[in-house]
Nanobody, 122 residues
């Protein structure tokens, strides 16, 4: 009943920038945390950044201040501004949202986007 649609992935040169966006739609009462994971070939999925509805932010160390996560709560959207991209950032990036579909219990379920490819050329 909840769908996450991502956009913004693509190919960029080293040092370039990309902005990923993700919009959640469907039966949504509230969203706790939204953010991004990524997974490179042969590596485990890792958290890139997450942002709670209360604007608490968690960044992975490898971001090194290059990425910024933002949310538009009214639109159920989250974005990831990625600057100074490096080849090591090449991965499939997955949006996630911890969604409560009802006020009754406030139980969250984690939904995932389909993933968007980010490729950084050297």
């Amino acid at each position: 009943q909840v769908q996450l649609v991502e956009s913004g992935g693509g190919l960029v040169q080293t040092g370039g920038s990309l902005r990923l966006s993700c919009a959640a739609s469907g039966s949504i009462f509230s969203i706790n945390t939204m953010g991004w994971f990524r997974q490179a070939p042969g590596k485990q999925r890792e958290l890139v950044a997450g942002r709670s509805s209360g604007n608490r932010v968690n960044y992975a160390d490898f971001v090194k201040g290059r990425f910024t996560i933002s949310r538009d709560n009214a639109k159920n959207m989250v974005s990831l501004q990625m600057n100074s991209l490096e080849p090591e950032d090449t991965a499939v990036y997955y949006c996630y949202a911890d969604v409560s579909t009802t006020q009754a219990l406030g139980i969250n379920y984690r939904y995932w986007g389909q993933g968007t490819q980010v490729t950084v050329s050297s």
